[in-house]
């Protein structure tokens, strides 16, 4: 809901306020957001949030003597900020005006509202659905006080006092339900507008001060009269409490979404890279909290982009303890100049509160995503358990080999059958043939087409890896085409994984991607597409964007006029060829430089994936960066899910999986049951801890299917059949992290990392500081839960293990199982022979027959329990193995063990 009271902006979601002022000046400033608060007809209602006073301190800079109030800007929160009139934090916008001057002031021109969202025309953005259809109509000025709807929009315009041909808008989406608030901006720059003024319902026009209107040489060919965008941030958030920490997932390779926490001190930490790729290195989701935030209480923010390209958070806090949030587009790849009649969107924020803990905030961003991200619908789709053919074999695949693989499969249970890389012509190393997307004939005799209708025979869908942003030196693509490889002429380049990228800011390449997928996609039944990308952006240049003075011209995303997604020809599945709409449709910018080339690269990236997946909507396409490096909300705006890690060893992958699950759903997170010793770790897992973390998420089975035993088939088989009967509460349900009660074992281990001179707060290993991992997920009808708890070491003599079950209902009286997975005698090692009337060899013959005979199971438990005793007392696991006796109520808990416990509803 959007209450406006005079000069006072209320947004106002289920749980949470977000409140704004215009002053006497037309500042935009700050007031508040936060927990809901009580807002009323009455006047004063927001009096304590706002500064009162009329001295400036010291060498304060007052904003505007010709203006009411000694306003000293670094001392104010405000909605906005730009450079040059005393506040000297990082500013929300930077522009450079054509007489060279940087300093804007932007101050408050005239407001709209309305219902609904509407969709951006420029990058993927988040949707408001009524009736199944998206509402991108419905402008008003009204007051948004009784809305039906529970999403609508409010945007501010702006002028700049310094030179008014230029309107800032801000747009702010409210989405009551999820408590969320999107905010964006878009800069319009036109000299008619300033002279005649601006439309709408103006309440403070800031135009006339015309004495300060800059004009540049109108005959000069060199300005053209261009405005500069050095900074332009998607959202500012500026907090009035110097006590707060900054929660941000950071790594590498391999080890993505690592948590790591960090007081926010005075001065500016920044969370950004730029390889060209949201990357695994800083996750552009980050939370900013109390520091007695836990999982269940306190206070803490949440903030997310929708855009896979390079990003940046600033936090700052400056000398008064104030600190402001800002996120958006990195500024370093920005420098684009626009013209008179020209403007520049930025991409969206996603912003959200919650004084119930990390878990609240994470509940918010869960919905909202499956609701207003994910493309319609397809988050809620329930998840087909996929093989994967990847850690399987690699690259050594042949039509037989997969075909006895996807029997194997089928008898476990998968019902999607994914030919991972090595299918293509010339591709049977990691160092050819990206970009010649031909079928390799001596690997599938028969083709596609008839690879496809066996796998239908055997009951399989059929899936697909690709990698069509990428081109190898080695392939008939570079051959004829090496201008559409990302190098600058003459120079040597980079390679990462022996292979370049492909310009994708060449409308002709978007086309020929589009092209050779649409043709792969058309050449079998294929229902599924594992999209990959392997390397960053490095020797950045293309030969056909034009750089200042000649303007360039961007495909949009998102054509308004004709309510449609593309410009531009595309091949429909029908094998018809659909006309543009448009031939030349989208902004006219200036780039100075190819620094900005990242941002032309991801404009092109949408338009290709827009139309893919506009053309196959019965594929599901999953995305892939090397496993995470590109795990944002632009990639899953069209892509419902991405494979998380490469790293598939499941002790690494339950904390990746867990620093995913603070930002995004399970229903985006691929995930997958690998082999023992895992491949990039060499570490043993059990079996039934592989099972139990790949359960949480889009999940799959990727490994040598020859090497399973029958009591691992049938291990597997029950993971299927677990997941097949619980994957909507996955999909569907509310995710809680829980963490076990009156734990020694923590503090153990958390002694152990910081004696380590080895060990620094935020390294890899940290994590384990947290010996224990455990979460549920429960039904949205409350009916049943399905929850995981993990052990990373075991530690002697601690037989006690109390985890809980969150989010069921108090008053409901439920069963709660573990369930039982196959124990092999083996984990007792030479033990056994305490038990023998006769000496064993440990992993000798006998060893082994008696390993086959005898059949034991972890541990039993069954008991019933209200909902709030489960969630407020918990669940005491059965005491563990600790060096005395064994029988089927005891926990056998060594190393990296892990146990499934479901809840359901009986009355
Ligand atoms: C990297 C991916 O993350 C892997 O899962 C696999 O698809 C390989 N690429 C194939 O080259």
Request: glycine share 8%; with cysteine; aromatic share 10%.
């Amino acid at each position: 809901m959007i209450k406006i009271k005079n000069d006072i902006f209320i947004l106002e979601t289920m749980d949470t306020s977000y409140i704004l002022k215009k002053d006497a000046n037309g500042l935009l400033k700050h007031l508040y957001y936060g927990k809901k608060i009580k807002v009323d007809d009455h006047e004063t209602f927001f009096a304590p949030l706002e500064l009162s006073g009329s001295f400036l301190p010291g060498n304060a800079i007052r904003y505007d003597k010709t203006e009411p109030g000694n306003i000293f800007l670094e001392d104010e929160l405000l909605e906005i900020s730009s450079p040059g009139k005393g506040d000297f934090r990082e500013p929300f916008i930077e522009l450079v005006h054509p007489d060279g001057t940087v300093t804007s002031d932007f101050v408050f021109d005239s407001f709209e509202t309305y219902r609904g969202k509407k969709i951006l025309a420029d990058y993927p953005s988040s949707y408001a659905v009524s009736n199944g259809s998206f509402e991108k109509s419905g402008i008003g000025s009204e007051n948004i006080s009784d809305t039906a709807s529970d999403v609508c929009t409010l945007k501010i315009h702006l002028l700049d006092r310094n030179m008014p041909e230029l309107k800032l808008t801000l747009i702010y989406t409210v989405f009551e339900k999820e408590n969320v608030i999107v905010r964006s901006g878009r800069l319009d720059y036109s000299k008619a507008e300033a002279d005649t003024g601006s439309e709408g319902s103006s309440e403070h026009n800031a135009s006339q001060d015309k004495d300060q209107k800059v004009h540049a040489d109108a005959d000069s060919e060199e300005s053209k009269d261009l405005v500069f965008i050095k900074k332009f941030y998607s959202s500012q958030l500026d907090l009035d409490d110097p006590d707060l920490i900054l929660t941000t997932f950071n790594n590498a390779w391999s080890r993505e979404m690592n948590r790591v926490d960090q007081p926010i001190t005075v001065g500016r930490h920044m969370n950004s890279r730029a390889p060209g790729v949201s990357t695994n290195i800083s996750n552009p989701f980050f939370m900013v909290e109390s520091p007695d935030t836990t999982e269940d209480h306190g206070n803490v923010y949440g903030f997310n982009i929708i855009y896979s390209g390079c990003h940046s958070e600033s936090v700052e806090k400056n000398e008064f303890g104030l600190i402001r949030v800002l996120a958006g587009i990195d500024p370093d790849v920005l420098d684009i100049g626009i013209g008179s009649g020209g403007s520049f969107q930025v991409p969206e924020e996603v912003l959200s509160f919650s004084d119930k803990g990390y878990n609240g905030l994470s509940r918010n961003m869960h919905t909202f995503i499956n609701d207003h991200i994910i493309a319609f619908g397809k988050a809620h789709r329930r998840r087909k358990i996929l093989f994967n053919s990847w850690e399987a074999a690699y690259f050594k695949i042949s039509e037989s080999k997969l075909l006895s693989m996807a029997k194997d499969a089928r008898d476990l249970g998968a019902q999607i059958f994914v030919v991972d890389d090595g299918w293509f012509i010339g591709r049977d190393s990691d160092n050819a043939a990206l970009g010649d997307w031909t079928v390799d004939n001596k690997k599938f005799p028969h083709g596609l087409r008839s690879f496809g209708e066996k796998l239908k025979s055997l009951g399989l869908e059929f899936g697909i890896w690709v990698e069509p942003e990428m081109i190898s030196e080695k392939s008939r693509l570079f051959e004829e085409h090496p201008d559409w490889a990302l190098k600058i002429p003459g120079k040597s380049h980079s390679e990462g994984r022996n292979q370049m990228l492909l310009d994708l800011s060449r409308t002709e390449v978007q086309d020929h991607i589009i092209k050779v997928i649409s043709d792969l996609l058309n050449s079998a039944d294929i229902k599924y597409v594992k999209w990959d990308f392997n390397r960053v952006m490095t020797d950045m240049f293309s030969a056909c964007v034009k750089l200042y003075p000649e303007s360039h011209r961007l495909n949009a995303f998102y054509d308004p006029e004709h309510n449609a997604f593309y410009s531009t020809s595309v091949i429909t599945q029908d094998g018809n060829e659909e006309k543009p709409h448009k031939e030349r449709f989208g902004t006219e910018i200036y780039i100075k430089d190819f620094s900005s080339y990242p941002y032309l690269y991801y404009q092109g990236l949408y338009r290709v994936m827009k139309v893919l997946t506009d053309t196959f909507p019965q594929v599901l396409f999953e995305g892939c960066a090397s496993g995470g490096s590109r795990f944002d909300l632009g990639m899953l705006s069209m892509f419902p899910q991405i494979w998380a890690s490469d790293d598939t060893d499941p002790i690494e992958r339950a904390f990746i999986q867990r620093g995913c699950s603070y930002g995004y759903p399970l229903s985006a997170i691929g995930t997958h049951i690998s082999s023992s010793p895992n491949h990039g770790t060499l570490r043993n897992t059990p079996l039934g801890t592989r099972a139990a973390i790949s359960l949480f998420g889009a999940a799959g089975i990727e490994l040598d299917t020859g090497n399973l035993t029958s009591v691992e088939k049938e291990q597997i088989r029950e993971f299927v059949k677990i997941y097949s009967e619980t994957s909507a509460i996955i999909t569907e349900g509310s995710f809680y992290r829980t963490r076990p009660y009156g734990n020694a074992v923590l503090d153990q281990i958390q002694s152990f990392v910081n004696n380590s001179a080895l060990l620094s707060p935020d390294s890899v290993l940290s994590r384990y500081s947290q010996n224990i991992c455990a979460w549920n997920a429960v039904s949205p009808d409350k009916s049943a839960s399905i929850g995981m708890v993990l052990q990373v070491l075991n530690i002697p003599d601690q037989v006690r293990l109390k985890i809980s079950v969150r989010g069921l209902d108090p008053d409901a009286l439920y069963e709660v199982v573990l369930l039982q997975d196959p124990l092999n005698v083996k984990v007792f090692g030479d033990l056994i022979n305490t038990m023998s009337p006769v000496h064993i060899r440990q992993n000798g013959f006998v060893h082994g027959i008696i390993e086959k005979k005898v059949k034991l199971r972890t541990e039993e438990l069954k008991v019933k329990a209200y909902g709030s005793a489960l969630s407020e007392g918990g669940l005491i696991l059965p005491a563990a193995y600790a060096g005395t006796g064994f029988d089927e109520k005891t926990r056998v808990f060594p190393d990296f063990s892990a146990r499934l416990i479901i809840a359901r509803k009986i009355k």
